[in-house]
């Protein structure tokens, strides 16, 4: 159904820091009008929480496997998760 919303939470490993992933899909959960956050962990990973519209996360889920030109994604780790306590999106410092 139309107007379906969602969120889930991403883990997403491979050559994916210092290559500006965090910005590049912070850019694209704000085009597609998304709330909630993007990091980078310790381990080499990022973890993200996308909420909002069915459609706008599975489209930005599915580039996140492409991510930015000099990414190299080797995986993506995708749960289910609770929308975050407040509109936009943000990048969080490392954790």
Do not use: H
């Not at 912070?26 to 009008?33: S, V």
């Amino acid at each position: 159904m139309s107007g379906e919303r969602k969120a889930l939470s991403l883990r997403i490993t491979g050559r994916v820091q210092g290559v500006g992933y965090r910005a590049w899909l912070a850019g694209q959960a704000e085009a597609a009008g998304l709330d909630g956050w993007v990091r980078n962990r310790r381990d080499g990973s990022v973890e993200a929480l996308l909420s909002g519209p069915a459609e706008a996360i599975d489209r930005v889920a599915a580039a996140c496997r492409r991510g930015p030109r000099m990414a190299l994604v080797d995986r993506i780790q995708v749960a289910e998760a609770e929308s975050p306590d407040r509109p936009g999106f943000d990048q969080w410092p490392t954790l």
